[in-house]
């Protein structure tokens, strides 16, 4: 089972060069350099010059680079798409995906213009519409075309389209959050949460990326270097639950189990689909051990 851990994605301005050049240094599974919503209107074509130079320059290391583009409704969008297509990211992220067409729109754009098949497309999932299409644009995820591989969730403009509270505990958004991770599942594709604005609230932090995990997000997106460590503590299984499913797994194994569905260990019951899960837990565990 291969994974790539994705407990951490750190955005940056792309007008910032600074932060573009100090995410090379921080432990974040991923950068999102961000052409959208953190860049002034009269420095896009700066930023989007800078970014393709930094993705092209390289240097990430084992970090996964993704470029996030200007939604498809605004002037930029189109020059963006170009840009990012051609600077060789992991992925694009594409913010306001409505729709599964959009997605459509923008495999086929990326085809014409013979982006790299490694490319991947993430897209933002934070609009009302998006959350009662979500089941359509995840299904966009098995047309090899459209790259479709995770959604992020953009819990501001989710709040803001809505007007919900971001209160602790995010009560009004659960439904939303766990259909987005629903259908993600369905369709096999990973998701992010979406980012905690309060930098000066390590606690609240805390809480909410507890919250991610046990939602069964794969991540969770930051804003801010200092909320890198916390986040990835949370997001990585304890030594315990690693020595937990590695237990599992050898019981399994066991040729006196072979034909058995369920086994007792530890006075628990265990089912050949904790079995499962116990092999999804090792394999991220190992990919995180193999980062160093
Ligand atoms: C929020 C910030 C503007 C704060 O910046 P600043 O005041 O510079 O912070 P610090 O002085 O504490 O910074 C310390 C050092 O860390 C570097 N830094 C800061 N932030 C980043 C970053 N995001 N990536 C890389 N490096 C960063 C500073 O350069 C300092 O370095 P040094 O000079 O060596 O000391 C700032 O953190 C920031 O801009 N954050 C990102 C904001 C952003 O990208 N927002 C858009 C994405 S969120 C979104 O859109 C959500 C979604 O769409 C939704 O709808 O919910
Ligand atoms: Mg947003």
């Avoid at 792309?14 to 974040?28: D, F, H, I, M, V």
């Avoid at 290391?61 to 170009?82: K, M, Q, S, Y």
């Avoid at 790299?116 to 993430?122: A, E, G, I, Q």
């Avoid at 986040?231 to 499913?245: G, Y």
């Amino acid at each position: 089972m291969t994974i790539r851990p994705r407990r951490s994605v750190l955005y940056m301005p792309g007008s910032n060069a600074r932060a573009l050049e100090k995410a090379k240094t921080l432990p974040a599974d991923g950068v999102i350099l961000d052409l959208e919503d953190s860049v002034a209107p009269d420095a896009k074509e700066g930023a989007r010059k800078q970014v393709v130079e930094t993705v092209k320059a390289g240097g990430f290391g084992a970090r996964e680079v993704i470029i996030r583009v200007n939604a498809v409704d605004t002037p930029w969008h189109a020059d963006d798409l170009t840009a990012a297509a051609q600077a060789g990211a992991d992925a694009i992220l594409i913010p306001k995906v409505q729709s599964a067409e959009t997605l459509e729109m923008i495999g086929r754009r990326l085809l014409d213009m013979h982006t790299p098949v490694k490319t991947r497309v993430w897209a933002m999932i934070e609009s009302p519409l998006a959350i009662f299409n979500i089941l359509s644009i995840a299904a966009e995820a098995r047309d090899s075309e459209a790259r479709l591989s995770c959604f992020v969730l953009g819990t501001n403009d989710l709040a803001k389209d809505t007007r919900a509270r971001l209160v602790p505990g995010r009560a009004p958004m659960l439904p939303w959050l766990t259909t987005v991770i629903a259908a993600a599942r369905i369709h096999g594709i990973e998701v992010l949460d979406g980012v905690y604005n309060d930098l000066g609230n390590a606690e609240g932090f805390a809480a909410e990326c507890q919250q991610g995990v046990e939602l069964g997000m794969d991540g969770k997106t930051l804003i801010h270097p200092n909320q890198i460590e916390p986040c990835n503590t949370a997001f990585s299984p304890t030594a315990a639950e690693v020595e937990w499913a590695r237990k599992m797994i050898a019981a399994f194994d066991l040729p006196e189990n072979k034909s058995k569905g369920v086994v007792s260990i530890d006075g628990r019951m265990v089912e050949r689909l904790h079995a499962e899960m116990a092999r999804r837990t090792v394999a991220i565990a190992e990919a995180i051990a193999a980062r160093g």
